[in-house]
């Protein structure tokens, strides 16, 4: 005891430094948890910035093993969509006030020339026992390569009939019907098969007394639509019109696909209203909100275009549209492989908005609304399109940019004055609304 007194003695401070050490030691185990917590909000952050990455590596190496494949062993960089849809709308264009003394521009179809005659029969094949009619026909790959030459040709289009027997083309229309449909020159159309749509009747504040006298607005139906809207108490009058639609019922239809049964009205109107001039053309989604004289005059007049469509609204290159496809399962994916292998086997290659050399400002288009004058190159391009249509899948902004680029390549001294619109300008023109009910996913044959 006398030591330890001694001890205090000799050191005074002893018993403070030793609280001291206390109280320092407590410090460093703060500081220490501090820092442990600090690193695990830091790791934890990390995680939950790449941790989903990490965790679905697998599914990014197949997608792109994917887009390997399509581009040759080339990576294309595709945008991931968007948890949340964005809202798209319409911007100001500026259509004429009025319909009153609207001309049309002096040498305004001084455009390309040359003359079309279409395949209308086919004759079954010598031997043949599984010969099977088809309303496009039986297009060869040669038949098809020669096809793309704007010049006097004969080529398939659409409403081939069969050999004897087989009379009917398919899209059968009554008499009387082909008869008002002749006597069209601007035109309005739009259509409805396998009830999958409500009828959108265009908005009559909007369109003129001219119009309303002069165009003929034609809804394309089957007997299944016209029962379906009959029970919603849309029922045709005595004269066979739901307001400014004129219903033109639709018997045998060509194809199991109700969506490819629609590319027969959307591209070969010039076929189903053969002295028509300009056709506007609308899917059953879309509800007319302008005048088709202005929009006329606005697309294709002002513009000096003999054809007018809007690009996509979010997608531009055909790499991204096939993958869009293909996640949605909106078509057989061995069937949109084997379509999209024969384009880049044919030089279709990724729409670079960089390169001033692109022909046009997306390489695809919404495809809902088009504008189009009822020329000679108009006419082949929608020909060529329906027939890419017919040979493979029913999504028309798969084969859009490659028939477009194809014909533009095969024909460098005979443009084609096609105008592709901003999207939005398309919602100023005609509202989007939403589908009945969606068609499932369909099958087609490989190439022939």
Not at 267 to 280: A, D, E, K, N
Not at 404 to 417: E, G, I, S, V
């Amino acid at each position: 005891m006398t030591f330890l007194k001694h001890s205090t003695e000799l050191f005074p401070n002893s018993y403070r430094a030793v609280s001291r050490g206390k109280r320092f030691g407590g410090f460093c185990k703060l500081r220490f948890l501090q820092w442990v917590f600090l690193l695990a909000a830091l790791f934890l952050t990390y995680f939950a910035t790449f941790g989903v990455n990490i965790f679905s590596h697998g599914d990014l190496d197949s997608r792109v093993l994917l887009l390997r494949e399509v581009h040759h062993g080339t990576p294309v960089v595709v945008k991931q969509p968007s948890k949340h849809r964005k809202q798209y709308r319409p911007c100001e264009i500026r259509l004429l006030d009025s319909v009153n003394g609207l001309v049309e521009p002096k040498d305004f179809t001084n455009f390309t020339q040359f003359l079309l005659d279409y395949i209308e029969k086919e004759d079954k094949p010598f031997g043949s026992n599984n010969f099977e009619h088809r309303f496009g026909g039986h297009q060869t790959l040669q038949e098809r390569e020669k096809s793309f030459y704007a010049a006097n040709q004969t080529l398939h289009c659409g409403f081939v009939k069969g050999p004897p027997g087989l009379s009917s083309t398919l899209f059968d229309l009554d008499e009387n019907d082909k008869a008002y449909m002749n006597t069209c020159v601007i035109v309005v159309s739009s259509c409805i098969f396998g009830s999958t749509d409500y009828l959108r009747r265009p908005d009559r504040r909007m369109i003129s007394e001219y119009s309303k006298k002069n165009v003929c607005f034609v809804m394309f139906v089957d007997k299944q639509t016209l029962s379906t809207l009959s029970s919603d108490g849309n029922i045709p009058n005595d004269q066979g019109y739901m307001g400014l639609w004129r219903i033109v019922v639709v018997r045998n239809l060509p194809y199991k696909d109700m969506r490819k049964t629609g590319k027969v009205p959307k591209f070969l109107s010039h076929r189903l209203f053969p002295s028509s001039r300009y056709l506007i053309w609308l899917d059953s989604k879309l509800r007319l909100i302008a005048d088709p004289m202005l929009i006329i005059e606005y697309f294709l007049w002002r513009t000096r275009s003999e054809y007018a469509i809007s690009n996509h609204y979010e997608r531009h290159c055909v790499w991204e549209e096939v993958l869009r496809n293909k996640r949605l399962n909106k078509y057989n994916h061995t069937a949109i492989d084997e379509q999209f292998a024969v384009y880049q086997s044919d030089g279709l290659t990724v729409f670079d908005p960089e390169d001033p050399s692109t022909p046009l400002p997306s390489y695809v288009p919404e495809g809902s609304f088009i504008i189009r004058a009822h020329t000679p190159m108009s006419n082949l391009f929608s020909c060529l399109w329906f027939n890419e249509v017919d040979r493979f899948t029913s999504r028309d902004q798969l084969s859009f940019a490659y028939t477009y680029l194809k014909l533009r390549r095969m024909n460098p001294d005979k443009p084609f004055h096609l105008n592709m619109f901003k999207d939005c300008e398309r919602r100023a023109t005609a509202k989007t609304l939403k589908h009945r009910l969606l068609s499932p996913p369909s099958t087609t044959k490989s190439i022939e």
